[in-house]
Protein backbone atom coordinates (compact mmCIF):
# COMPACT_ATOMS: atom_id res chain seq x y z
CA UNK A 1 0.00 0.00 0.00
CA UNK A 2 1.02 3.38 -0.53
CA UNK A 3 1.92 5.96 1.89
CA UNK A 4 -1.10 8.05 2.79
CA UNK A 5 -2.05 10.98 5.27
CA UNK A 6 -4.99 10.51 7.44
CA UNK A 7 -7.21 12.69 9.64
CA UNK A 8 -10.48 11.98 10.89
CA UNK A 9 -13.36 14.96 10.48
CA UNK A 10 -16.11 15.41 12.85
CA UNK A 11 -18.40 16.80 10.56
CA UNK A 12 -19.48 17.24 6.92
CA UNK A 13 -18.01 20.74 6.32
CA UNK A 14 -14.49 19.57 7.88
CA UNK A 15 -14.55 16.67 5.65
CA UNK A 16 -15.17 18.71 2.41
CA UNK A 17 -12.28 21.42 3.18
CA UNK A 18 -9.78 18.74 3.60
CA UNK A 19 -9.68 17.62 -0.02
CA UNK A 20 -8.77 14.33 0.72
CA UNK A 21 -10.54 11.30 -0.02
CA UNK A 22 -13.16 9.62 1.73
CA UNK A 23 -13.06 6.63 3.75
CA UNK A 24 -16.08 5.24 5.79
CA UNK A 25 -16.41 1.29 5.73
CA UNK A 26 -13.24 0.90 3.65
CA UNK A 27 -14.14 -2.32 2.83
CA UNK A 28 -13.72 -1.62 -1.11
CA UNK A 29 -11.18 1.13 -1.08
CA UNK A 30 -8.88 -0.07 1.41
CA UNK A 31 -9.12 -3.47 -0.53
CA UNK A 32 -8.05 -1.86 -3.73
CA UNK A 33 -5.35 0.43 -1.89
CA UNK A 34 -3.74 -2.94 -1.16
CA UNK A 35 -3.74 -4.00 -4.57
CA UNK A 36 -2.22 -0.55 -5.36
CA UNK A 37 -5.47 0.02 -7.99
CA UNK A 38 -5.94 3.15 -5.42
CA UNK A 39 -3.61 5.18 -4.18
CA UNK A 40 -5.35 8.29 -2.24
CA UNK A 41 -2.29 10.35 -0.95
CA UNK A 42 -4.63 11.53 2.00
CA UNK A 43 -7.60 9.65 3.52
CA UNK A 44 -10.01 11.61 5.69
CA UNK A 45 -12.22 9.24 8.08
CA UNK A 46 -15.92 10.19 7.99
CA UNK A 47 -17.51 8.12 10.20
CA UNK A 48 -17.77 10.47 13.28
CA UNK A 49 -19.89 12.79 11.08
CA UNK A 50 -23.15 12.56 12.48
CA UNK A 51 -24.76 10.74 8.77
CA UNK A 52 -26.27 7.64 9.71
CA UNK A 53 -30.06 8.43 10.21
CA UNK A 54 -32.59 6.20 8.63
CA UNK A 55 -36.19 8.43 8.85
CA UNK A 56 -39.31 9.15 7.26
CA UNK A 57 -39.04 12.32 5.18
CA UNK A 58 -41.49 14.65 3.10
CA UNK A 59 -43.02 11.46 1.03
CA UNK A 60 -40.33 8.83 1.66
CA UNK A 61 -37.67 7.85 3.14
CA UNK A 62 -34.08 9.44 3.91
CA UNK A 63 -30.76 7.48 4.34
CA UNK A 64 -28.08 8.99 6.14
CA UNK A 65 -24.46 8.02 3.34
CA UNK A 66 -23.24 6.97 6.84
CA UNK A 67 -25.94 4.07 7.75
CA UNK A 68 -24.53 0.44 7.39
CA UNK A 69 -26.00 -1.80 4.70
CA UNK A 70 -27.15 -4.09 7.55
CA UNK A 71 -28.65 -1.27 9.46
CA UNK A 72 -30.43 -0.43 6.45
CA UNK A 73 -31.77 -3.77 5.53
CA UNK A 74 -33.27 -5.09 8.93
CA UNK A 75 -34.85 -0.80 9.38
CA UNK A 76 -38.57 -1.51 9.94
CA UNK A 77 -39.19 1.41 7.49
CA UNK A 78 -37.35 0.17 4.79
CA UNK A 79 -38.10 -4.03 4.93
CA UNK A 80 -42.25 -2.73 5.07
CA UNK A 81 -42.52 -0.01 2.05
CA UNK A 82 -39.47 -0.82 0.05
CA UNK A 83 -38.79 -4.71 0.47
CA UNK A 84 -37.04 -4.73 -2.74
CA UNK A 85 -34.15 -2.26 -1.02
CA UNK A 86 -34.14 -4.57 1.93
CA UNK A 87 -33.41 -8.25 -0.15
CA UNK A 88 -30.81 -6.52 -2.32
CA UNK A 89 -28.74 -5.28 1.03
CA UNK A 90 -29.09 -9.24 2.17
CA UNK A 91 -28.27 -10.55 -0.84
CA UNK A 92 -24.83 -8.74 -1.18
CA UNK A 93 -22.09 -9.15 0.60
CA UNK A 94 -21.38 -11.08 4.06
CA UNK A 95 -22.81 -10.17 6.99
CA UNK A 96 -19.12 -9.23 8.23
CA UNK A 97 -18.82 -6.61 5.41
CA UNK A 98 -22.48 -5.76 5.60
CA UNK A 99 -21.69 -4.05 8.87
CA UNK A 100 -18.82 -2.38 7.56
CA UNK A 101 -20.18 -1.11 4.10
CA UNK A 102 -21.78 2.32 3.92
CA UNK A 103 -24.84 3.12 1.78
CA UNK A 104 -22.93 5.64 0.28
CA UNK A 105 -19.85 3.84 -0.40
CA UNK A 106 -21.81 0.77 -1.67
CA UNK A 107 -22.87 3.35 -4.63
CA UNK A 108 -19.13 4.30 -4.97
CA UNK A 109 -17.67 0.89 -5.48
CA UNK A 110 -15.87 -0.29 -8.12
CA UNK A 111 -16.05 -3.04 -10.69
CA UNK A 112 -15.19 -6.78 -9.55
CA UNK A 113 -13.67 -6.93 -13.46
CA UNK A 114 -10.29 -8.98 -12.74
CA UNK A 115 -8.40 -6.89 -15.31
CA UNK A 116 -9.18 -3.73 -13.29
CA UNK A 117 -8.55 -5.56 -9.96
CA UNK A 118 -4.96 -7.06 -11.05
CA UNK A 119 -1.93 -5.10 -11.90
CA UNK A 120 0.10 -7.86 -13.60
CA UNK A 121 -2.33 -6.77 -16.91
CA UNK A 122 -1.18 -3.30 -18.11
CA UNK A 123 -4.09 -2.99 -19.94
CA UNK A 124 -7.30 -0.96 -18.44
CA UNK A 125 -8.77 1.52 -19.14
CA UNK A 126 -10.41 2.38 -15.91
CA UNK A 127 -7.57 1.83 -13.96
CA UNK A 128 -4.62 3.40 -16.75
CA UNK A 129 -7.27 5.88 -19.03
CA UNK A 130 -5.68 5.30 -22.72
CA UNK A 131 -4.30 1.34 -21.98
CA UNK A 132 -6.82 -0.30 -23.25
CA UNK A 133 -9.22 -2.85 -22.40
CA UNK A 134 -8.08 -6.66 -21.79
CA UNK A 135 -11.51 -7.95 -21.17
CA UNK A 136 -13.01 -7.16 -24.57
CA UNK A 137 -11.18 -9.73 -26.23
CA UNK A 138 -10.31 -11.55 -22.91
CA UNK A 139 -11.79 -13.31 -20.04
CA UNK A 140 -15.30 -11.95 -19.74
CA UNK A 141 -18.19 -14.13 -18.21
CA UNK A 142 -18.82 -11.59 -15.93
CA UNK A 143 -18.79 -8.68 -17.71
CA UNK A 144 -21.65 -6.46 -18.76
CA UNK A 145 -23.99 -6.82 -22.11
CA UNK A 146 -25.49 -3.80 -21.90
CA UNK A 147 -23.48 0.03 -21.85
CA UNK A 148 -20.47 -1.30 -22.58
CA UNK A 149 -18.41 0.83 -24.97
CA UNK A 150 -15.21 -0.59 -26.77
CA UNK A 151 -12.92 0.72 -24.49
CA UNK A 152 -14.54 -1.05 -21.37
CA UNK A 153 -17.25 -3.88 -20.77
CA UNK A 154 -16.63 -3.60 -16.78
CA UNK A 155 -19.88 -4.76 -14.80
CA UNK A 156 -21.17 -2.13 -12.05
CA UNK A 157 -21.19 -4.67 -8.76
CA UNK A 158 -23.92 -3.29 -6.50
CA UNK A 159 -27.12 -5.09 -5.98
CA UNK A 160 -28.54 -2.20 -3.81
CA UNK A 161 -27.55 0.02 -6.59
CA UNK A 162 -29.99 -1.53 -8.79
CA UNK A 163 -32.67 -1.73 -6.79
CA UNK A 164 -32.31 1.91 -5.94
CA UNK A 165 -32.28 3.28 -9.50
CA UNK A 166 -35.36 1.12 -9.96
CA UNK A 167 -36.91 2.60 -7.05
CA UNK A 168 -36.52 6.58 -8.13
CA UNK A 169 -34.07 7.26 -5.65
CA UNK A 170 -32.42 10.83 -5.51
CA UNK A 171 -29.12 11.40 -3.99
CA UNK A 172 -27.94 14.51 -2.05
CA UNK A 173 -24.22 15.56 -2.62
CA UNK A 174 -22.44 18.64 -0.61
CA UNK A 175 -19.64 19.94 -1.94
CA UNK A 176 -17.64 23.03 -1.51
CA UNK A 177 -20.30 25.41 -3.30
CA UNK A 178 -23.36 24.01 -1.25
CA UNK A 179 -25.43 20.66 -2.00
CA UNK A 180 -27.37 19.63 -4.70
CA UNK A 181 -29.20 16.22 -5.63
CA UNK A 182 -29.01 14.07 -8.48
CA UNK A 183 -30.83 11.06 -9.69
CA UNK A 184 -29.99 7.70 -8.93
CA UNK A 185 -30.43 6.83 -12.54
CA UNK A 186 -27.99 10.07 -14.02
CA UNK A 187 -25.43 9.21 -10.81
CA UNK A 188 -23.69 6.42 -12.86
CA UNK A 189 -22.26 7.23 -15.92
CA UNK A 190 -21.63 5.05 -18.95
CA UNK A 191 -18.11 4.13 -19.59
CA UNK A 192 -17.77 5.50 -23.38
CA UNK A 193 -14.23 7.00 -24.20
CA UNK A 194 -13.89 7.57 -20.32
CA UNK A 195 -14.12 4.41 -18.15
CA UNK A 196 -12.52 5.88 -14.85
CA UNK A 197 -15.14 8.54 -14.63
CA UNK A 198 -17.87 6.73 -13.33
CA UNK A 199 -20.25 9.21 -11.56
CA UNK A 200 -21.80 12.55 -11.85
CA UNK A 201 -19.27 13.67 -8.40
CA UNK A 202 -17.96 17.21 -8.78
CA UNK A 203 -14.25 17.49 -7.11
CA UNK A 204 -14.82 17.37 -3.20
CA UNK A 205 -18.82 16.48 -3.20
CA UNK A 206 -19.53 13.82 -0.43
CA UNK A 207 -22.90 11.95 -0.71
CA UNK A 208 -24.54 12.30 2.65
CA UNK A 209 -28.28 11.33 2.11
CA UNK A 210 -30.01 9.09 -0.33
CA UNK A 211 -33.74 9.62 -0.37
CA UNK A 212 -36.84 7.01 -1.65
CA UNK A 213 -39.65 8.26 -2.56
CA UNK A 214 -42.91 6.04 -1.50
CA UNK A 215 -44.83 4.49 -4.27
CA UNK A 216 -47.37 1.25 -4.05
CA UNK A 217 -44.70 -0.45 -6.70
CA UNK A 218 -42.53 0.46 -3.87
CA UNK A 219 -44.61 -1.73 -1.14
CA UNK A 220 -44.65 -4.51 -4.04
CA UNK A 221 -41.11 -5.30 -4.72
CA UNK A 222 -38.57 -7.65 -5.06
CA UNK A 223 -35.10 -8.20 -5.57
CA UNK A 224 -33.78 -11.69 -7.61
CA UNK A 225 -29.83 -12.76 -7.50
CA UNK A 226 -28.54 -15.03 -9.81
CA UNK A 227 -25.17 -15.93 -8.84
CA UNK A 228 -22.87 -18.77 -9.28
CA UNK A 229 -23.25 -20.05 -5.21
CA UNK A 230 -25.73 -19.73 -3.08
CA UNK A 231 -24.60 -16.87 -1.08
CA UNK A 232 -21.53 -14.18 -0.61
CA UNK A 233 -21.13 -13.65 -4.08
CA UNK A 234 -21.84 -10.96 -6.85
CA UNK A 235 -24.59 -10.96 -9.24
CA UNK A 236 -24.59 -12.90 -12.50
CA UNK A 237 -27.66 -11.67 -13.52
CA UNK A 238 -30.64 -9.52 -11.20
CA UNK A 239 -33.68 -7.95 -11.49
CA UNK A 240 -34.86 -5.73 -8.74
CA UNK A 241 -38.92 -5.40 -9.87
CA UNK A 242 -41.82 -3.40 -8.69
CA UNK A 243 -45.83 -3.66 -9.85
CA UNK A 244 -48.80 -1.71 -9.15
CA UNK A 245 -51.67 -4.09 -9.46
CA UNK A 246 -55.22 -3.66 -10.19
CA UNK A 247 -57.15 -6.29 -10.56
CA UNK A 248 -55.15 -8.43 -13.19
CA UNK A 249 -53.40 -5.68 -14.93
CA UNK A 250 -50.81 -3.36 -13.87
CA UNK A 251 -51.41 0.32 -13.27
CA UNK A 252 -47.51 0.83 -12.70
CA UNK A 253 -44.20 -0.80 -12.53
CA UNK A 254 -40.07 -0.48 -11.98
CA UNK A 255 -37.64 -2.61 -13.92
CA UNK A 256 -34.09 -2.33 -12.99
CA UNK A 257 -31.30 -5.13 -13.74
CA UNK A 258 -28.29 -6.34 -12.19
CA UNK A 259 -25.18 -8.04 -13.00
CA UNK A 260 -25.35 -6.96 -16.83
CA UNK A 261 -24.79 -3.89 -17.16
CA UNK A 262 -22.13 -1.13 -16.98
CA UNK A 263 -24.05 0.79 -14.44
CA UNK A 264 -27.25 -0.37 -12.75
CA UNK A 265 -29.45 -0.85 -15.46
CA UNK A 266 -32.86 0.71 -15.12
CA UNK A 267 -35.33 -0.29 -17.79
CA UNK A 268 -37.55 1.94 -19.04
CA UNK A 269 -38.41 0.11 -21.93
CA UNK A 270 -39.62 -2.91 -19.79
CA UNK A 271 -41.89 -0.40 -17.85
CA UNK A 272 -43.18 0.81 -20.87
CA UNK A 273 -44.25 -2.51 -22.10
CA UNK A 274 -45.93 -3.57 -18.79
CA UNK A 275 -47.67 -0.65 -18.01
CA UNK A 276 -51.74 -0.92 -18.57
CA UNK A 277 -50.98 -4.51 -19.76
CA UNK A 278 -52.55 -7.62 -17.33
CA UNK A 279 -50.00 -9.68 -15.85
CA UNK A 280 -49.24 -12.42 -17.78
CA UNK A 281 -46.54 -14.74 -18.73
CA UNK A 282 -46.58 -13.51 -22.30
CA UNK A 283 -46.19 -9.99 -20.72
CA UNK A 284 -43.36 -10.51 -18.85
CA UNK A 285 -41.55 -11.82 -21.70
CA UNK A 286 -42.51 -9.21 -23.95
CA UNK A 287 -41.18 -6.98 -21.06
CA UNK A 288 -37.95 -9.36 -20.68
CA UNK A 289 -37.21 -8.77 -24.51
CA UNK A 290 -37.47 -4.99 -24.41
CA UNK A 291 -34.79 -5.12 -21.85
CA UNK A 292 -32.18 -7.10 -23.12
CA UNK A 293 -32.65 -5.22 -26.80
CA UNK A 294 -29.28 -4.20 -28.00
CA UNK A 295 -27.39 -6.82 -25.45
CA UNK A 296 -24.09 -7.93 -26.56
CA UNK A 297 -21.83 -11.04 -26.81
CA UNK A 298 -18.50 -10.33 -26.23
CA UNK A 299 -17.69 -14.08 -26.42
CA UNK A 300 -17.77 -15.49 -23.00
CA UNK A 301 -21.16 -13.74 -21.45
CA UNK A 302 -23.72 -14.07 -24.04
CA UNK A 303 -25.29 -16.72 -21.71
CA UNK A 304 -26.26 -13.53 -19.53
CA UNK A 305 -28.51 -11.56 -22.40
CA UNK A 306 -31.23 -15.21 -21.99
CA UNK A 307 -30.19 -15.71 -18.46
CA UNK A 308 -30.93 -12.17 -17.87
CA UNK A 309 -34.67 -12.16 -19.37
CA UNK A 310 -35.38 -15.26 -17.38
CA UNK A 311 -34.35 -13.50 -13.80
CA UNK A 312 -37.05 -10.99 -15.24
CA UNK A 313 -39.32 -13.07 -15.94
CA UNK A 314 -38.93 -15.14 -12.93
CA UNK A 315 -39.36 -11.70 -10.63
CA UNK A 316 -42.21 -10.82 -12.20
CA UNK A 317 -44.11 -13.31 -12.20
CA UNK A 318 -43.23 -14.39 -8.01
CA UNK A 319 -44.39 -10.70 -7.44
CA UNK A 320 -47.24 -10.93 -9.47
CA UNK A 321 -48.41 -14.39 -7.01
CA UNK A 322 -46.79 -16.46 -10.17
CA UNK A 323 -48.56 -15.53 -12.69
CA UNK A 324 -46.09 -16.96 -15.26
CA UNK B 1 -11.97 -49.80 14.33
CA UNK B 2 -10.43 -47.62 16.94
CA UNK B 3 -8.94 -43.65 16.78
CA UNK B 4 -5.58 -42.71 17.89
CA UNK B 5 -6.01 -40.91 21.05
CA UNK B 6 -6.35 -37.14 20.94
CA UNK B 7 -3.45 -35.31 20.97
CA UNK B 8 -2.23 -34.06 24.83
CA UNK B 9 0.50 -31.61 25.23
CA UNK B 10 3.35 -33.64 27.18
CA UNK B 11 5.94 -32.14 29.83
CA UNK B 12 8.57 -31.14 27.46
CA UNK B 13 5.86 -29.10 25.70
CA UNK B 14 4.22 -26.82 27.82
CA UNK B 15 1.23 -25.21 26.34
CA UNK B 16 2.55 -21.48 27.52
CA UNK B 17 2.09 -18.59 25.86
CA UNK B 18 5.52 -17.28 27.07
CA UNK B 19 6.80 -20.17 24.39
CA UNK B 20 6.65 -17.67 21.30
CA UNK B 21 8.65 -14.97 23.52
CA UNK B 22 11.44 -17.18 24.45
CA UNK B 23 11.64 -18.59 20.80
CA UNK B 24 12.75 -14.95 19.50
CA UNK B 25 14.62 -14.30 22.60
CA UNK B 26 16.92 -17.48 21.91
CA UNK B 27 16.67 -16.76 18.00
CA UNK B 28 18.28 -13.49 18.85
CA UNK B 29 21.01 -14.69 21.00
CA UNK B 30 21.84 -17.18 18.47
CA UNK B 31 21.99 -14.00 16.09
CA UNK B 32 24.13 -12.74 18.43
CA UNK B 33 26.82 -14.97 18.39
CA UNK B 34 27.47 -14.61 14.54
CA UNK B 35 27.42 -10.63 14.42
CA UNK B 36 30.25 -8.49 16.19
CA UNK B 37 30.23 -7.12 19.51
CA UNK B 38 30.13 -3.70 19.08
CA UNK B 39 26.89 -4.39 16.89
CA UNK B 40 24.92 -6.08 20.12
CA UNK B 41 26.40 -3.88 22.76
CA UNK B 42 24.36 -1.18 21.20
CA UNK B 43 20.76 -0.70 22.68
CA UNK B 44 18.03 -2.35 21.27
CA UNK B 45 15.85 0.22 19.33
CA UNK B 46 12.66 -0.10 17.17
CA UNK B 47 13.51 1.68 13.91
CA UNK B 48 11.09 5.19 14.20
CA UNK B 49 8.44 4.86 11.62
CA UNK B 50 8.47 8.67 10.20
CA UNK B 51 5.00 7.87 8.96
CA UNK B 52 3.94 6.82 12.64
CA UNK B 53 0.71 8.68 14.43
CA UNK B 54 -0.63 7.92 17.37
CA UNK B 55 -3.19 5.70 17.36
CA UNK B 56 -5.64 4.15 20.57
CA UNK B 57 -7.36 0.56 20.68
CA UNK B 58 -9.55 -0.66 22.83
CA UNK B 59 -9.00 -4.25 22.69
CA UNK B 60 -10.66 -6.58 25.06
CA UNK B 61 -11.52 -4.53 28.02
CA UNK B 62 -7.77 -2.89 27.55
CA UNK B 63 -6.67 0.52 25.80
CA UNK B 64 -3.63 0.50 24.08
CA UNK B 65 -1.42 3.84 22.92
CA UNK B 66 0.09 2.74 19.89
CA UNK B 67 2.27 4.67 17.37
CA UNK B 68 1.65 3.07 14.29
CA UNK B 69 1.74 3.78 9.89
CA UNK B 70 -1.51 5.28 8.91
CA UNK B 71 -1.29 1.65 6.85
CA UNK B 72 -1.69 -0.49 9.49
CA UNK B 73 -4.75 -2.62 9.17
CA UNK B 74 -6.78 -3.34 12.23
CA UNK B 75 -5.35 -7.17 11.66
CA UNK B 76 -1.91 -6.36 11.72
CA UNK B 77 -2.22 -4.20 14.45
CA UNK B 78 -3.70 -6.93 16.80
CA UNK B 79 -0.94 -9.72 15.21
CA UNK B 80 2.51 -7.52 15.14
CA UNK B 81 1.86 -4.70 17.78
CA UNK B 82 -1.00 -6.33 20.19
CA UNK B 83 0.64 -10.10 20.50
CA UNK B 84 -3.19 -11.20 19.73
CA UNK B 85 -2.65 -13.71 17.09
CA UNK B 86 -5.99 -15.25 17.36
CA UNK B 87 -7.41 -13.56 14.60
CA UNK B 88 -5.94 -14.89 11.66
CA UNK B 89 -4.60 -13.35 8.09
CA UNK B 90 -6.11 -15.41 5.24
CA UNK B 91 -7.34 -14.20 1.97
CA UNK B 92 -6.13 -10.51 3.53
CA UNK B 93 -8.78 -8.87 1.19
CA UNK B 94 -12.03 -9.59 3.37
CA UNK B 95 -13.14 -13.00 1.62
CA UNK B 96 -12.44 -15.69 3.60
CA UNK B 97 -13.75 -14.40 7.53
CA UNK B 98 -10.38 -15.85 8.91
CA UNK B 99 -9.46 -12.43 10.39
CA UNK B 100 -13.40 -11.45 12.08
CA UNK B 101 -13.37 -9.80 14.78
CA UNK B 102 -16.42 -7.81 16.80
CA UNK B 103 -16.18 -4.20 16.70
CA UNK B 104 -19.02 -2.26 19.27
CA UNK B 105 -20.50 -6.10 19.24
CA UNK B 106 -20.62 -6.42 15.65
CA UNK B 107 -18.68 -8.79 13.68
CA UNK B 108 -16.41 -7.05 11.15
CA UNK B 109 -13.64 -7.94 8.72
CA UNK B 110 -10.17 -6.61 10.16
CA UNK B 111 -8.26 -6.73 7.73
CA UNK B 112 -9.80 -4.58 5.32
CA UNK B 113 -10.29 -1.40 8.17
CA UNK B 114 -7.52 0.85 9.62
CA UNK B 115 -6.23 0.41 13.02
CA UNK B 116 -7.16 4.35 13.11
CA UNK B 117 -10.70 3.88 11.89
CA UNK B 118 -11.51 1.79 14.81
CA UNK B 119 -10.47 4.02 17.79
CA UNK B 120 -13.05 4.94 20.24
CA UNK B 121 -14.94 1.24 19.22
CA UNK B 122 -14.77 -1.66 21.62
CA UNK B 123 -12.77 -4.04 19.99
CA UNK B 124 -13.25 -8.11 20.64
CA UNK B 125 -11.24 -10.51 19.78
CA UNK B 126 -10.91 -14.60 20.14
CA UNK B 127 -8.56 -13.96 23.29
CA UNK B 128 -11.65 -11.92 25.13
CA UNK B 129 -14.33 -14.27 24.52
CA UNK B 130 -13.55 -16.47 27.32
CA UNK B 131 -14.33 -15.06 31.32
CA UNK B 132 -13.67 -15.62 34.22
CA UNK B 133 -11.50 -19.07 33.24
CA UNK B 134 -14.49 -20.87 31.21
CA UNK B 135 -14.43 -20.74 27.34
CA UNK B 136 -17.67 -18.77 26.13
CA UNK B 137 -20.16 -21.47 25.04
CA UNK B 138 -19.60 -21.08 21.47
CA UNK B 139 -16.18 -22.09 22.09
CA UNK B 140 -16.84 -25.03 24.38
CA UNK B 141 -19.22 -26.28 21.39
CA UNK B 142 -16.91 -26.17 18.54
CA UNK B 143 -14.30 -28.33 20.58
CA UNK B 144 -17.85 -30.91 21.29
CA UNK B 145 -18.85 -31.00 17.85
CA UNK B 146 -15.54 -30.96 15.80
CA UNK B 147 -15.98 -27.47 14.48
CA UNK B 148 -12.58 -27.66 13.11
CA UNK B 149 -9.52 -29.80 11.78
CA UNK B 150 -6.89 -27.59 11.41
CA UNK B 151 -7.87 -24.49 13.16
CA UNK B 152 -6.71 -21.97 10.86
CA UNK B 153 -10.12 -20.70 10.23
CA UNK B 154 -11.87 -21.30 13.67
CA UNK B 155 -10.91 -17.91 15.41
CA UNK B 156 -12.98 -16.16 12.55
CA UNK B 157 -15.61 -18.65 12.49
CA UNK B 158 -16.21 -18.63 16.53
CA UNK B 159 -16.53 -14.92 16.85
CA UNK B 160 -18.43 -14.80 13.35
CA UNK B 161 -20.91 -17.22 15.36
CA UNK B 162 -20.86 -15.41 18.46
CA UNK B 163 -22.13 -12.20 16.79
CA UNK B 164 -24.62 -14.69 14.73
CA UNK B 165 -26.51 -16.08 17.93
CA UNK B 166 -26.30 -12.78 19.37
CA UNK B 167 -27.69 -11.14 16.08
CA UNK B 168 -30.59 -13.81 16.25
CA UNK B 169 -30.13 -15.58 13.08
CA UNK B 170 -29.55 -19.08 14.47
CA UNK B 171 -33.06 -20.16 14.35
CA UNK B 172 -32.52 -22.78 11.93
CA UNK B 173 -29.63 -24.96 10.04
CA UNK B 174 -30.35 -22.67 6.79
CA UNK B 175 -30.34 -19.58 8.24
CA UNK B 176 -27.12 -20.41 10.44
CA UNK B 177 -25.05 -21.44 6.69
CA UNK B 178 -26.50 -18.06 4.93
CA UNK B 179 -25.53 -16.11 8.05
CA UNK B 180 -22.24 -17.85 8.21
CA UNK B 181 -20.92 -17.53 4.66
CA UNK B 182 -18.62 -14.68 5.67
CA UNK B 183 -16.67 -17.43 7.24
CA UNK B 184 -14.64 -20.02 4.77
CA UNK B 185 -13.46 -23.59 6.18
CA UNK B 186 -10.84 -24.74 3.86
CA UNK B 187 -11.06 -28.17 5.42
CA UNK B 188 -15.02 -28.28 4.68
CA UNK B 189 -15.50 -28.55 8.88
CA UNK B 190 -18.57 -26.78 8.09
CA UNK B 191 -21.26 -29.73 9.51
CA UNK B 192 -19.68 -29.52 12.78
CA UNK B 193 -19.26 -26.08 12.46
CA UNK B 194 -23.40 -25.64 12.03
CA UNK B 195 -23.55 -28.20 14.77
CA UNK B 196 -21.73 -26.25 17.38
CA UNK B 197 -23.36 -23.27 16.22
CA UNK B 198 -26.99 -25.32 16.58
CA UNK B 199 -26.49 -26.44 20.20
CA UNK B 200 -24.61 -23.28 21.53
CA UNK B 201 -27.89 -20.98 20.58
CA UNK B 202 -29.99 -20.99 23.49
CA UNK B 203 -26.42 -20.17 25.82
CA UNK B 204 -25.68 -17.03 27.31
CA UNK B 205 -22.81 -15.79 24.18
Known amino acids: MQPFDFARADDAKEAIASGARYVAGGTNLIDLMKADVEHPPRLVDINAIPLATIERSGGGVRIGALARMSDVAQNPIIRERFPMISQALLLSASPQIRNAASLGGNLMQRTRCPYFRELTFAECNKRSPGTGCAAVEGENRMHAVVGGSPACIAAHPSDFAVAFAALDGVITLRGPNGERQVLATDFHLLPGNTPHIEH ?30 ASYEFAITSAAVGLELAGGSIRSARVALGGIGTKPWRSREAEAVLTGKSASAATFREAAEAALRGAKDYGQNGFKIELAKRTLVRALSDLAGGVA | MTFPPCYQPDDDEPDDPSR ?45 SLKLDPRTTLLDALREHLDLTG ?19 RRINSCI ?27 AAFIRNDGFQCGYCTSGQICSAVALIREGHANSDDEIREWMSGNICRCGCYVGIVAAIREAKHAAV
Do not use: W
Open chain 2, 20 to 64: RTFMIGSAVATAGLLISPTITAQPQKAAVDPHAIPISLNVNGKLH
Open chain 2, 113 to 139: TLAAMQQGRKIVTIEGLAANGRLNAVQ
Open chain 2, 87 to 105: AKKGCDQGACGACTVLADG
Open chain 1, 200 to 229: DLKSGELITSLFIPDAPHAQRSAYLKVRDR
